[in-house]
T-cell receptor, first 115, second 108 residues
């Protein structure tokens, strides 16, 4: 079975540009999570969805960040405008209530650099 | 105070040795606990769950002390392949909170 798929794997952009990160969860999983990882702050939950509905976005740093999940097999995280402090690795993860939500399956991540 | 605190290390341990990591959490209402493993430049993966009664998975033993809000992971007979960052994880109301991780390097 394919795991969680993220694209792009690497993104280098200039300050002020719009960045869109993409995620395809594991088929059949009903939860999707977006995380950000930095050396200083570790892995932080930004937002999560259940059955395509946003449940908790309290981790989204500010209005420049937005996330959508138009269907069960696709989600995007958008940063507009991007800033150098947004540089981090962004992970998408999915899980299934049936199998225990604590086992989250992570994608390979998108390494974002904002110059 | 951070919700989940870990010693960042690094722990440099000779192959075959036993190593232990500790973790504390701040919210006494936390419901379940886990250890995840993250290899360098890779994604985190679930290593094992942690129960009050203690649980073993091969060379790995995890323990939870709810009274002290303390979680531990013991690795016996360490292998080179155990080199990774170990993340302590706490679940509260469907949300996982990750510690910043403890880096372990096993030395040949």
């Amino acid at each position: 079975d394919a795991g969680v798929i993220q694209s792009p794997r690497h993104e280098v952009t200039e300050m002020g540009q719009e960045v869109t990160l993409r995620c395809k969860p594991i088929s059949g999983h009903d939860y999707l999570f977006w995380y950000r990882q930095t050396m200083m702050r570790g892995l932080e939950l930004l937002i999560y969805f259940n059955n395509n509905v946003p449940i908790d976005d309290s981790g989204m740093p500010e209005d420049r960040f937005s996330a959508k999940m138009p269907n069960a097999s696709f989600s995007t995280l958008k940063i507009q405008p991007s800033e150098p402090r947004d540089s981090a690795v962004y992970f998408c993860a999915s899980s299934s209530r049936d199998r225990g939500m604590h086992e989250q399956f992570f994608g390979p991540g998108t390494r974002l650099t904002v110059l | 105070r951070k919700e989940v605190e870990q010693d960042p290390g690094p722990f440099n341990v000779p192959e075959g040795a036993t190593v232990a990591f500790n973790c504390t959490y701040s919210n006494s209402a936390s419901q379940s606990f886990f250890w995840y493993r993250q290899d360098c430049r890779k994604e985190p993966k679930l290593l094992m769950s942690v129960y009050s009664s203690g649980n073993e998975d091969g060379r790995f033993t995890a323990q939870l002390n709810r009274a002290s809000q303390y979680i531990s992971l013991l690795i016996r007979d360490s292998k080179l392949s155990d080199s990774a960052t170990y993340l302590c994880v706490v679940n509260l109301n469907e949300k996982l909170t990750f510690g910043t991780g403890t880096r372990l390097t096993i030395i040949p």
